[in-house]
T-cell receptor
């Protein structure tokens, strides 16, 4: 069964820093890896999805990578801003499953 | 623009009441999901549906049932609400897994349910 881990659980950085959020998964037969953002009291917003045939995806200041052999995905946020403060979750979908496995998330605070 | 909507953002109910949470998606997705989210416990799957009238239990189905009579609508039912069902409820949808397709999952805004 797929297990997904996100470390650290919380992160606080000053504005302007480039930062990396980590996501580890146990099943290398992964179909896709999706990154979400969640603001307090709100639903999850899809940020980036990487399919198993891809190595990375980019959207604006965000870049997500996928390394199946090491069981890792990273979300890189360039030039962080206070508006990036939120919880970031990753979810891995294994081959043969319809149901993604979620990590617990990393709570990010970017202070001015 | 893809959209998943939930019938209420906030709901307050009494213990023992029957509660209906509605979710509608406009993307013609086959898969629909109900999760609950609690601090320290993460996202937990309650029920999953991969087709009209089809459903599968998730990790925590006790005390809940679901209904999917139409492809776009997936309802979560609390037969007799209890205080331990106070939580944030999130609905999601995704397309069928086709070879090469992304199978991206989309979420609704959530319903914050309080049971008194």
């Amino acid at each position: 069964k797929q297990e997904v881990t996100q470390i650290p659980a919380a992160l606080s950085v000053p504005e302007g820093e480039n930062l990396v959020l980590n996501c580890s998964f146990t099943d290398s037969a992964i179909y896709n890896l999706q990154w979400f953002r969640q603001d307090p009291g709100k639903g999850l917003t899809s940020l980036l999805l990487i399919q198993s045939s891809q190595r990375e995806q980019t959207s604006g200041r965000l870049n997500a990578s996928l390394d199946k052999s090491s069981g890792r995905s990273t979300l890189y946020i360039a030039a962080s801003q206070p508006g990036d403060s939120a919880t970031y979750l990753c979810a891995g979908l294994s081959g043969g499953s319809y149901i993604p496995t979620f990590g617990r998330g990393t709570s990010l605070i970017v202070h001015p | 623009d893809v959209k998943v909507t939930q019938s209420s953002r906030y709901l307050v109910k009494r213990t023992g009441e029957k509660v209906f949470l509605e979710c509608v998606q406009d993307m013609d997705h086959e898969n629909m999901f109900w999760y609950r989210q609690d601090p320290g416990l993460g996202l937990r799957l309650i029920y999953f549906s991969y087709d009209v009238k089809m459903k599968e239990k998730g990790d925590i189905p006790e005390g809940y049932s679901v209904s999917r009579e139409k492809k776009e609508r997936f309802s979560l039912i609390l037969e007799s609400a209890s205080t331990n069902q106070t939580s944030m409820y999130l609905c999601a949808s995704s397309s069928l897994r086709l070879a090469g397709g992304p199978n991206e999952q989309f979420f609704g805004p959530g319903t914050r349910l309080t049971v008194l």
